[in-house]
C-alpha cells in the first residue's frame, strides 16, 4: 500500500471533491451525457455488456471517463481491471435517481452513506458495489470483475481495487 504524507492525502482528497463537483454539475440531464459506448463495450463480455447497458447514461459516461483516465496511466492494466472501471456503479441502476436524489446523494461521502438509514436513493448509494456485483455476476459476468466491483470503496489488500477507488474518486 502506497504511505502518503498529509499533504498529498490532503492534495488528492481536494481533487477528488473538484472531480465530484464536475460530475455533479454534468448530472442534471441524463439526455447531456455523451457515453462512448462503442468503445466502453469492446472491453465487456456478452453479459457485462447487458449490465453497461442498464446504466444510467450519466454513470456510463463517468464509468468511460474513469476507464480512459486508469488506461492512460496504466496501459497495460487486466481486462478485469479495465471492465469493473467500466461497471464500478453498475448498481446504482436499479434504481432511476430523480434529479434532486442524484444531486444530494452525490454529494454525501461513501462513509457516511453506510451510517445513514438505508432506505432510498441513500441506501442504493451505500449497497450499489454489492448491487453491481451481483447484476454482473447473475449476467454471466467474470467473477473477478464482480469481485473488484464489490471491493472498489472497500479495497484493503486488492491492489487492483485500491487503483480503481482512486480513479473513481479523481473523477
Given at each position: 500500500m502506497l504511505r502518503l504524507?498529509?499533504?498529498?492525502?490532503?492534495r488528492r482528497k481536494g481533487r477528488g471533491y473538484v472531480g465530484k463537483v464536475r460530475r455533479l454539475l454534468r448530472s442534471f440531464r441524463e439526455e447531456s451525457a455523451r457515453p462512448d459506448d462503442q468503445w466502453a463495450e469492446q472491453y465487456l463480455n456478452a453479459g457485462e455488456i447487458i449490465v453497461?447497458?442498464?446504466m444510467d447514461a450519466r454513470d456510463r459516461e463517468h464509468a468511460c471517463r474513469v476507464t480512459a483516465n486508469l488506461l492512460r496511466d496504466y496501459p497495460r492494466s487486466s481486462p478485469e481491471l479495465i471492465a469493473a472501471?467500466?461497471?464500478h456503479d453498475s448498481g446504482k441502476s436499479v434504481r432511476r435517481y430523480n434529479v434532486l436524489e442524484r444531486v444530494l446523494v452525490g454529494l454525501i461521502p461513501n462513509r457516511l452513506s453506510h451510517i445513514l438509514p438505508p432506505i432510498g436513493a441513500i441506501g442504493i448509494r451505500s449497497a450499489h458495489p454489492e448491487l453491481g456485483a451481483y447484476l454482473i455476476a447473475h449476467a454471466g459476468g467474470r467473477p473477478r470483475v464482480a469481485q473488484l466491483v464489490v471491493r472498489h470503496h472497500h479495497s484493503v489488500g486488492d491492489p487492483e481495487a485500491a487503483l480503481l477507488h482512486h480513479y473513481d474518486n479523481m473523477e
Amino acid at each position: 500500500m502506497l504511505r502518503l504524507s498529509l499533504r498529498e492525502r490532503l492534495r488528492r482528497k481536494g481533487r477528488g471533491y473538484v472531480g465530484k463537483v464536475r460530475r455533479l454539475l454534468r448530472s442534471f440531464r441524463e439526455e447531456s451525457a455523451r457515453p462512448d459506448d462503442q468503445w466502453a463495450e469492446q472491453y465487456l463480455n456478452a453479459g457485462e455488456i447487458i449490465v453497461y447497458r442498464g446504466m444510467d447514461a450519466r454513470d456510463r459516461e463517468h464509468a468511460c471517463r474513469v476507464t480512459a483516465n486508469l488506461l492512460r496511466d496504466y496501459p497495460r492494466s487486466s481486462p478485469e481491471l479495465i471492465a469493473a472501471a467500466l461497471l464500478h456503479d453498475s448498481g446504482k441502476s436499479v434504481r432511476r435517481y430523480n434529479v434532486l436524489e442524484r444531486v444530494l446523494v452525490g454529494l454525501i461521502p461513501n462513509r457516511l452513506s453506510h451510517i445513514l438509514p438505508p432506505i432510498g436513493a441513500i441506501g442504493i448509494r451505500s449497497a450499489h458495489p454489492e448491487l453491481g456485483a451481483y447484476l454482473i455476476a447473475h449476467a454471466g459476468g467474470r467473477p473477478r470483475v464482480a469481485q473488484l466491483v464489490v471491493r472498489h470503496h472497500h479495497s484493503v489488500g486488492d491492489p487492483e481495487a485500491a487503483l480503481l477507488h482512486h480513479y473513481d474518486n479523481m473523477e
